[in-house]
């Protein structure tokens, strides 16, 4: 019999202790302090001795209607003659998984790029790797052997950066919300250290490439990724930025556009050219929506449609190896500074048109600023 001691019962006496409406006093429940709630069944043995046992406690899934089999169970065994202990449901582990599943909830109601970031970050690289295991029992070490395979499968540093950053949301998300407790975020605070990306040198359109580009989303009667092409390129906009314009970040008279702040970019007015008046003016009068360029269905375009990149490594020789200097959606954004660059227009100049944070991320284009200190030495020392 299962016999509290005087402690325990004066303590559990205090928590309101509730008979089962429902089923009846042979399933009994406590609410602890912390609002959870502790189950029990009473039966006799076959000694006709009263036994109690504790089945278990809500936060580990058990149930008044489990409880209820579970006795059921116990009683008709004791008819048959056989006195089986009780065999407890096995405790119910809280896994990544299980802090994924609540994270993409509050994703899909704040997150637009839920799908394509972290459910598709999960699917592919978490799930089978860390899914199942039991979140407080993850460490540093983990995410270092995670990342250390991404890498030897081929991964580049940015995406292996975008799978930790998914992880390390989610585990966050599971802290905040108290899904766990005195557990510490492993990939926290420089816990895990991440790839190096190196973005020093990036591939980027010349103007010859970019008619010829241009010119056949034409021919091929692309508009969408045609549209979407110019205003990339001719605004060096982020794909997200562009995504989520809507008509009132459209200032016709002034043939400006304004890009909102992000967690990543600063606020700015861009100027529009002719190619982008021609296309908002097209775009204005098909409007169905408030956003400038949406999806078939309405809402905000997620991704840049596949046949850019497929039309991209069909006119480029070679594109699909060229690593860092492939040239993708994101290139047209580093097509546009380096152009800028390559005019003459200074680095903060270039560092506000792309609404860097920080000028760190601008220098990459200053090396393509004509240096005015070659012709001046040449013009001083012949």
Not at 88 to 104: E, G, L, T, V
Not at 298 to 313: A, H, L, R, S, Y
């Amino acid at each position: 019999m299962h016999v509290f001691s005087k402690e325990v019962t004066n303590r559990l006496l205090k928590l309101s202790y509730i008979n089962s409406n429902k089923y009846g006093t042979r399933v009994q429940h406590y609410v602890k302090s912390d609002g959870d709630i502790s189950y029990f069944i009473t039966y006799k043995d076959l000694e006709a001795r009263l036994k109690r046992y504790k089945i278990g406690d809500k936060s580990q899934g058990i149930t008044e209607t489990y409880c209820f089999q579970k006795r059921n169970e116990v009683v008709a065994k004791l008819r048959l003659g056989e006195a089986l202990p009780i065999k407890h449901r096995k405790k119910h582990i809280f896994s990544f998984a299980d802090a994924f599943s609540h994270y993409i909830e509050w994703a899909k109601v704040n997150k637009k790029t839920w799908k394509h970031n972290d459910l598709s970050v999960f699917e592919r690289h978490l799930k089978d790797n860390i899914g199942e295991l039991e979140l407080v029992s993850l460490k540093s070490k983990d995410f270092e052997e995670l990342k250390q395979q991404k890498l030897t499968e081929g991964y580049s540093p940015k995406t292996v950066q975008h799978i930790l950053g998914t992880a390390r949301h989610i585990i966050n998300y599971a802290i905040k919300n108290e899904y766990v407790k005195n557990y510490t975020n492993p990939i926290a605070n420089g816990s895990v250290r991440m790839p190096k990306v190196d973005n020093a040198k990036l591939g980027f359109l010349s103007k010859g490439q970019a008619d010829v580009l241009l010119e056949t989303l034409k021919q091929r009667k692309e508009p969408m990724v045609y549209r979407l092409t110019v205003l990339l390129l001719h605004t060096g906009a982020r794909f997200s930025e562009v995504a989520s314009l809507t008509w009132n970040d459209v200032n016709f008279n002034n043939r400006l556009i304004f890009f909102k702040a992000t967690k990543d970019g600063n606020p700015r007015h861009i100027y529009a050219s002719d190619a982008v008046m021609d296309i908002l003016y097209e775009l204005r009068q098909e409007a169905k929506t408030k956003l400038v360029i949406p999806s078939s269905n309405g809402k905000q375009i997620e991704q840049m449609p596949k046949q850019f990149q497929e039309i991209v490594d069909e006119l480029i020789p070679d594109n699909k190896e060229a690593g860092k200097y492939r040239i993708t959606t994101h290139s047209l954004r580093h097509t546009h500074a380096s152009w800028l660059a390559l005019s003459g227009a200074g680095i903060l100049q270039i560092k506000d048109q792309l609404g860097h944070k920080k000028i760190d991320m601008t220098m990459r284009y200053a090396h393509l600023i004509p240096d005015e200190r070659h012709s001046k030495t040449k013009e001083v020392f012949g």
